[in-house]
């Protein structure tokens, strides 16, 4: 491609190679003038000294071979020079740098403040959540997840909630589409509880069993102040020999003491769940007025906080359809839930339950 600018070379006196010489000079310094990026100095390096195609070679291999003995010093010479001056071109135009046109561009006012990146926060519910956990671990729980998304079986059917049984009533929620043909107990739905993950635990883990189990549930609340269709729970289960209603009570007198002060005092009335027998619902006196009397425990000086009981023997027989340790002649338990918002809202004063799902940072400001 090169091989027709390059003239034969016809006369070998110092003048006329002074001349030859002197035209390549010129025509690479006019190539090297306009090199501003990389693609084109790459360009020229390959014009003049590619391998193959390169004018320098082609110069080497027309003009320096086929030269009369008494002419190769002098053209070796001036070829040498050409090809430094190429090689001087080329690093130049390879160091250069960008244009002061581009650098302009570019330009930074390092006097101006900078972007302010905000550390990130633990949202209000997370951390509720991690405090509530953080207290059954100190007394010796792991925590258990599971999925959101769970068959009928194990957010129902397991926990005593048998098909058509109006205490499913209780527990509305949503059911994924377009399962008719498979098993009602095999059917979609988004949980209405973390419990399903206490018969998944039960399933894989003979007793003991101490978990504590954090997680979203849905239901078919409509929005207000306090309840909203997606929500979290802490749930927990207590599983071994001779666990008896006093450990419940033990137990969660001392995680609330812990949460809300120990001062705070619990009591427990009769209630029904159909996957604990006894059940109970636990109130702990109110946080506000101490148990005098206020507006935000109705004057009652009590406010109701978590739900719980000795673990159904149903439950259990489920569970021992997989692991037969869980015999409820030989071993019994306890279960409990509380509502992460609902102790949220009370340790920080809100009143709308809104307020922690509409991601408004002057809400969420308050609490980094
Ligand atoms: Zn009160």
Sequence with gaps: MTTAVIPDLTAYDEAALERAFAELMEQAARDAAHLGSPDAIETFRLKWLGRNQGRLNEISSR?????????????GLRFNELKKKVEELLEQASGAGPSDAALAAEAIDI?????????????????????????????????????????????????????????????????????????????LLLRTHTSPVQMRTMEQQPPPVRIVIPGKVHRNDAMDATHSPIFH???????????????????????????????????????????TEPSADVQISCIFCGGKGCRKCKQSGWIELLGCGMVDPAVFAFAAEKQPAYDPKKISGFAFGMGVERIAMMKYGISEIGQFYAGDMRFLNQFV
């Design 111 to 187: 006097t101006l403040p900078g972007t302010r990146r905000l550390t990130g926060a633990e949202h209000p519910i997370t951390r509720t959540q991690n405090e509530i956990v953080s207290v059954f671990a100190a007394l010796g729980y792991s925590v258990g997840v599971g999925p959101e998304v769970e068959t009928d079986f194990y957010n129902f059917e397991s926990m005593n909630f048998p098909p058509g049984h109006p205490a499913r009533d209780t527990q509305d929620t949503l059911v994924v589409a377009n399962q008719e043909r498979r098993p009602p107990r095999d059917r």
């Design 63 to 75: 003009w320096l071979k086929s030269a009369p003995p008494q002419a190769k010093k002098s053209i």
């Design 233 to 275: 729970q802490v749930e927990g289960l207590c599983v071994d020999a001779n666990i008896t209603f006093s450990d419940l009570k033990g137990t969660l007198d001392h995680a609330m003491k812990a949460l809300f002060g120990s001062s705070v005092k619990t009591r427990f009335f009769p209630s029904f769940f159909p996957f």
